[in-house]
């Protein structure tokens, strides 16, 4: 049984540009969540997806944008890169309670 | 929102202790949940306690939600407990605030 699946695992990208981020939920998930989670601090959530709703968003910026698709596959969007985007993208799921993460996608901008 | 305050901020022990990590919150959660963070950044899910006692293991958590925090044991502690340890709470399911974190060291 997969777990939660993210790609790409590192970027780089130049500020200004569009990055997208794809997170695979654990099998018999439906409900995705996004965080981002700055060096030396712990994860901030960004918003959360439900039968390709956005069901709930945290205090980030309209350049964060995702989507929901009908296998519950979830992308994050980032337009506009600025250097404080830089940070490490979690991507969780959870059919219940019990909140399971990927891996990550490690975000520079230069 | 939700304001979570773990201590100690940093935590170093000689393999085979005990320790307790902590974490306050500024309100009511009815989500509470504790991970581990690995080096490579993948957050584990240690427990799901919004209330109560469990255990697994080396591991133990305790929430007393009533006074609005929540505690993790580790015993007879291993090189590789070495991580960060957080705790995030909800006041429902859609969104976790997380702690600063625990950074615990063991030390062979």
């Known amino acids: 049984d997969a777990g939660v699946t993210q790609s790409p695992t590192h970027l780089i990208k130049t500020r200004g540009q569009q990055v997208t981020l794809r997170c695979s939920p654990k099998?018999?998930?439906?409900?995705v969540s996004w965080y981002q989670q700055a060096l030396g601090q712990g994860p901030q959530f960004i918003f959360q997806?439900?039968?390709?709703?956005?069901?709930q968003r945290g205090n980030f910026p309209d350049r964060f944008s995702g989507h929901q698709f009908p296998n519950y596959s979830s992308e994050l969007n980032v337009n506009a890169l600025l250097l404080g985007d830089s940070a490490l993208y979690l991507c969780?799921?959870?059919?219940?309670?019990?909140?399971?993460f990927g891996e990550g996608s490690w975000l520079t901008v230069v | 929102g939700i304001q979570v305050e773990q201590s100690p901020p940093d935590l170093i022990l000689q393999e085979g202790a005990n320790s307790t990590l902590r974490c306050n919150f500024s309100?009511?959660?009815?989500?509470l949940q504790w991970f581990h963070q690995n080096p490579w950044g993948q957050l584990i899910n240690l427990f799901y306690i919004p209330s109560g006692t469990k255990q697994n293991g080396r591991l133990s958590a305790t929430t007393v939600a009533t006074e609005r925090y929540s505690l993790l044991y580790i015993s007879s502690s291993q090189t590789t407990d070495s991580g960060v340890y957080f705790c995030?709470?909800?006041?429902?399911?859609?969104?976790?605030?997380f702690g600063a974190g625990t950074t615990v060291t063991v030390r062979a």
């Open positions: 099998s018999g998930h439906d409900t």
């Open positions: 995030a709470g909800g006041s429902n399911d859609y969104k976790l605030s």
């Open positions: 309100d009511s959660v009815n989500n």
């Open positions: 969780a799921s959870n059919r219940g309670n019990t909140i399971y």
């Open positions: 997806y439900y039968e390709e709703e956005e069901r």
